[in-house]
T-cell receptor, first 111, second 117 residues
Framework: AQTVTQSQPEMSVQEAETVTLSCTYDTSESDYYLFWYKQPPSRQMILVIRQEAYKQQNATENRFSVNFQKAAKSFSLKISDSQLGDAAMYFC????????FGAGTRLTVKP | DTGVSQNPRHKITKRGQNVTFRCDPISEHNRLYWYRQTLGQGPEFLTY??????LEKSRLLSDRFSAERPKGSFSTLEIQRTEQGDSAMYLCASSLWGQGAKNTEAFFGQGTRLTVV
């Protein structure tokens, strides 16, 4: 079974600074997708960034980028120039057939 | 199409009653997922459908839980004989399974919050 582990229940960052959220996963499959989702308080889950396992190049979406280490089964999210609106729960997710989520990291952004 | 729609948004029920939730996915999406999320936790996988076929069920889905997607479009999740431990947010998501990275993203609904009293 696939498992996703987020070892940081909470993280805090100063506005305009950079923060990295960690995620590791366990799988025996070679073809899969990885995602970071954001869930603001009482709001809908939305996609932040995705990574295909067959691609070596790390995905980037504006201020969000990932460090994908396939051999280490690590998939961290870096948020640059943090903004107050980035405050939310962040979930790492693994998808092969179904999608599995980590327990989440609560990010606080300090003004 | 305005995205994944879930109804009702909130449901309060007495212990022992049956409840049914509905999910309308994005129309062209062939995959539909159900998750349960408790406060401060990540979504826990319950089950998913490829069109009308239910392909996988989590062990979380006890015999009191059943899900259907009869025509490969909307889906229902029913909980029979509800228990207080069933209180949670029930999330539905849909995606398009096919070739290409853009097809793999799952879009989520706003969820149905169930409170069992």
């Amino acid at each position: 079974a696939q498992t996703v582990t987020q070892s940081q229940p909470e993280m805090s960052v100063q506005e305009a600074e950079t923060v990295t959220l960690s995620c590791t996963y366990d799988t025996s499959e070679s073809d899969y997708y990885l995602f970071w989702y954001k869930q603001p308080p009482s709001r809908q889950m939305i996609l932040v960034i995705r990574q295909e396992a067959y691609k070596q190049q790390n995905a980037t979406e504006n201020r969000f980028s990932v460090n994908f280490q396939k051999a280490a089964k690590s998939f961290s999210l870096k948020i640059s120039d943090s903004q107050l609106g980035d405050a939310a729960m962040y979930f790492c997710a693994y998808r092969s057939l179904g999608m599995r989520f980590g327990a989440g990291t609560r990010l606080t952004v300090k003004p | 199409d305005t995205g994944v729609s879930q109804n009702p948004r909130h449901k309060i029920t007495k212990r022992g009653q049956n409840v049914t939730f509905r999910c309308d996915p994005i129309s062209e999406h062939n995959r539909l997922y159900w998750y349960r999320q408790t406060l401060g936790q990540g979504p826990e996988f319950l089950t998913y459908f490829q069109n009308e076929a239910q392909l996988e069920k989590s062990r979380l889905l006890s015999d009191r839980f059943s899900a259907e997607r009869p025509k490969g479009s909307f889906s229902t999740l029913e909980i029979q004989r509800t228990e207080q431990g069933d209180s949670a947010m029930y999330l539905c998501a849909s995606s398009l399974w096919g070739q290409g990275a853009k097809n793999t993203e799952a879009f989520f609904g706003q969820g149905t919050r169930l409170t069992v009293v």
